[in-house]
């Protein structure tokens, strides 16, 4: 029995009228009237009660309008989900992302993409960098925001930079070097520093010790703490100067960013694979590119 003869049969149940019918299916009344016909010879029971005055349900024909209004309002069903995944308009997409790099514009980029495609079910999982990218390799994540590692070449997952984000120190209101344009790497000779843990921020990391490299600097490292919002802490308390990216102090955090200079920067890029591209996740992708173009990310009058 095909789904076609369950619409015929529900059309002709629900005008009792085989003329009705027909007209409201747009088809000739003989076709309709075999179409039925089928329907009677493959149940081997009669779904219509008829003669030249009238067209009733018989029993059994009462109960397969209620079985076969179930299973294509299903199949209606069906058929919408299948074109909303094609689109992009429903599945799941797994985000893994890095935490303080990620707060300026996560929020509002998530709430964005909910909005457009809100049968999409979103799951998110704040990792490190490495864990974020052998995540996205081995399909636990669809898509991942992180620093680049050591071995991401070796992964073969696919990248867009989204942005070079400039390295700096960070310190109390009213410190020596709080209202400086810039602060020089050779001025961290012998300064207590606080830094990322390299277990937690490998990119991070080796930049700032690159950068102290770079300028003949030996540094001394008196806290490598596992969270950036610890490394804030201990600024505030006073145990040394730290050495963050951009935009990790808010305006209204009591600490002040100045960048170091020469520039350095640490790399934010978006990871994902090829072989497992879902619409959700293109439609993600092209979100956050949008989101690029028109600099929305780290504009936080950004609707």
């Known amino acids: 029995m095909e789904l076609r003869h369950l619409r015929y049969f529900q059309a002709v149940a629900e005008e009792l009228s085989y003329s009705r019918a027909a007209e409201r299916l747009r088809i000739a009344q003989p076709a309709l009237s075999r179409a039925v ?13 008829r003669n030249r005055n009238r067209v009733r349900l018989t ?13 294509l309002e299903r199949w209606e069903e069906s058929l919408r989900r299948v074109k909303g995944t094609a689109a992009g308009e429903e599945g799941e997409l797994a985000l893994g992302y890095i935490g303080p790099p990620t707060q300026p514009f996560l929020g509002r980029l998530l709430g964005e993409y909910r909005k457009r495609y809100p049968r999409v079910g979103i799951h998110l999982e704040e990792r490190t960098p490495e864990r974020v990218w052998e995540m996205v390799a081995k399909g636990r994540l669809s898509i991942g925001i992180t620093r680049p590692v050591p071995l991401a070449q070796d992964l073969g ?13 960070v310190v109390p209101v009213g410190h020596r070097l709080d209202g400086l344009s810039a602060v020089a790497w050779k001025q961290l000779e012998r300064e207590p520093l606080v830094v990322l843990a390299r277990r937690e921020g490998v990119g991070l990391h080796d930049a700032v010790l690159a950068g102290c490299r770079q300028a003949g600097v030996t540094p001394r490292l008196v806290q490598t703490p596992s969270l950036i919002g610890t490394v804030l802490s201990y600024v505030e308390a006073g ?16 600490l002040r960013f100045v960048p170091l200079s020469p520039k350095q ?39």
């Open 157 to 169: 997952l696919q990248t867009i930079l989204l942005r070079e984000e400039r390295l700096g120190v």
């Open 37 to 49: 016909k089928e329907i009677e010879f493959e149940l081997g029971a009669e779904v219509f009660d």
């Open 239 to 254: 145990a040394g100067i730290g050495v963050v990216t951009e935009g990790i102090v808010s305006p209204v955090h009591p």
């Open 59 to 71: 029993p059994a024909g009462a109960v397969l309008l209620r079985e076969s209004a179930v299973l």
């Open 265 to 303: 920067s640490v790399p934010l890029v978006l990871v994902w694979q090829e072989d497992s591209d879902s619409p959700p996740l293109q439609r993600f992708r092209e979100l956050v590119l949008e989101w690029k173009k028109k600099k929305l990310m780290w504009n936080f009058q950004a609707e």
